[in-house]
């Protein structure tokens, strides 16, 4: 991998480097973008109030602005995927433009509405001849495109990859440059290392600073449930000190959307995400509908003692301190001296074991019964073990649903689900357990030990609740519910 890495420095010194400016993004990027709930609905006869059209924008934008979220900090609307005409795909300048039907007033008149109410302006694109919803693209139109949207008013360009990946590594610093010499300050978001696998530590993420990355999507979209927020937050964690070296003020790494404002995570969840992004240094772009937020969510949102570690001007990211596991401790150093701290509880239980073996089994040949979120649903994994004997091994924890079994090397992974269907594989056989429920994750204490963030006595104040808690020497210990995370500010004493 060390000679890729090479490879693509080298391509982008001879493409000609941007390098990512400060000053565009001294801190992580906030704001509201539509692709989490509004996706690609176009249908706005059926679906008047969520169909991706100008009203909805101009809905939104009227919500940051009047409900304390730009106050706060939220200070840009992010148009995703699908507002381009299909047909032609571009004007007789070769320029893209917006869906006539649904953007009647055109994207300039758009962002000057943004603008009015200080808010800044973000649009969409890829790096392919096609966005990943079948819309026109900017593969051998960055200048164009780069001077299209600086003419419209864009603040701030996402750019995805969705098509042929040879081609990112020309694309993304032609759209870099194109980018820096548009004549408007750009902020320039690149989502090539989302394509680049998940091993964080082989991307070439000297090389996206080089060619004016302000910050990248690195990993898996976000989808809206608890599962696959725990899986991104389970993959920084993995990656955190391999990442942490690459953010600074101008650059940072993006772990995808704020589900805070849905209902498809609680109160608890929703903590939670705002927490370990804040200890991440990331961006926090909110992925819900303005209009429907429940109270307690944008209380949430709009906590300042939350968003100011998030918006640390040191711009350095934390770590995840603890091993992986069902607690854990993140924490960020701060301005001042200070150190941000969450106390997580993932998925902490009281654990009950039953005699093996197992009476019966749900069993399948030709492929296993997999865990939702794929590897990150895995317990652990085993070689050299008779069938027999994995089947001892699961039904003495009653945390495994089941395993999976390949049969030329007595190998498999233990699955703490069994709920995402089939995979079929040659080779392979699948055990489940029948009518199999998990124990119930508990509240547990979790311990910070002031010695693991370079302290020996701190003030600690709590910033859910805002308030101050006392003086402690050595550590501090806090009661979590399950998938909550107490957060906390460290002061020297």
């Known amino acids: 991998m060390a000679v890729g890495v090479v490879l693509f420095a080298a391509l982008a010194l001879v493409l000609g480097s941007a390098s990512a400016n400060p ?36 809905a939104q934008t009227d919500r940051l602005a009047a409900d304390g979220y730009l106050q706060a900090g939220y200070n840009g609307i992010h148009l995703d995927d699908c507002w381009m005409r299909l047909r032609p795909i571009r004007d007789a300048q070769n320029q893209l433009v917006p869906d006539p039907a649904r953007f009647p007033s055109g994207f300039k008149a758009l962002g000057d509405y943004m603008h009015a109410k200080n808010v800044s302006f973000a ?24 001077k299209t949207f600086a003419s419209w008013g864009v603040d701030y360009l996402k750019v995805d990859g969705c098509g042929e990946e040879a ?74 000190r391999v990442l942490q070296q690459w953010v600074a003020p101008g650059h940072f790494n993006d772990p995808d959307m704020l589900l805070v404002g849905n209902n498809c995570i609680s109160d608890d969840e929703a903590r939670t995400q705002m927490a370990i992004w804040s200890i991440l240094a990331a961006p ?10 429940t109270p307690s969510q944008r209380e949430i949102l709009l906590n300042p003692e939350v968003i100011a570690v998030d918006q640390d001007k040191l711009a350095k990211a934390g770590v995840r301190l603890s091993p992986k596991n069902d607690t854990e401790v993140w924490a960020r150093s701060l301005s001042g001296g200070s150190v941000a701290v969450a106390l997580y509880n993932k998925n902490a239980h ?66 703490t689900n069994t709920d995402c269907g089939i995979v079929k594989q040659t080779g392979y056989e699948g055990f489940a357990k029948p009518g199999f429920k998990p124990p119930a994750p508990v509240a547990v204490p979790i311990t910070v030990k002031f010695a693991d963030v370079g302290l020996t006595r701190a003030r600690v104040r709590d910033l859910w609740a805002r308030k101050d808690l006392g003086v402690f020497s050595g550590s501090y210990t806090a009661t979590v519910a399950p998938h909550a995370a107490a957060f906390l500010r460290l002061t020297p004493a």
């Open 23 to 58: 000053s565009l993004a001294p801190v992580p990027p906030m704001g509201w973008m539509s692709w989490e709930i509004f996706r690609c609905e176009i249908d706005c006869e059926k679906h008047p109030d969520s169909c991706i059209n100008e009203a909805l924008y101009k």
């Open 284 to 293: 926090l772009i909110m992925g819900n509908d303005l209009r429907t937020v």
């Open 123 to 146: 649009i969409y694109t890829a790096e392919s001849h096609e966005t990943c919803a079948g819309y026109p693209a900017s593969r051998g139109y960055e200048n164009i495109d780069a």
């Open 350 to 415: 009281t654990a009950t074991y039953s005699a093996a073996p197992c009476e019966e089994w749900n069993a399948t040949i030709g492929g296993y019964f997999e865990a939702c979120g794929g590897s990150s649903g895995d317990l652990s994994c085993f070689t050299s073990l008779t069938i027999d004997q994995a089947q001892d091994a699961c039904c003495a924890n009653s945390l495994c649903a089941g395993f999976s079994y390949r049969v030329s090397d007595n190998s498999g992974c233990y699955k």
């Open 167 to 240: 081609y990112y590594t020309t694309g993304y610093p032609l759209m870099g440059k194109a980018l820096a010499t548009s004549g408007r300050p750009i902020v320039y978001s690149c989502s090539w290392p989302a394509y680049l696998g998940s091993n964080e530590s082989t991307k070439p993420y000297s090389t996206f600073i080089d060619i004016g990355c302000n910050l990248w999507r690195n990993w898996d979209d976000i989808q809206c449930s608890w599962g696959s927020l725990s899986s991104i937050i389970d993959h920084f964690g993995d990656y955190s």
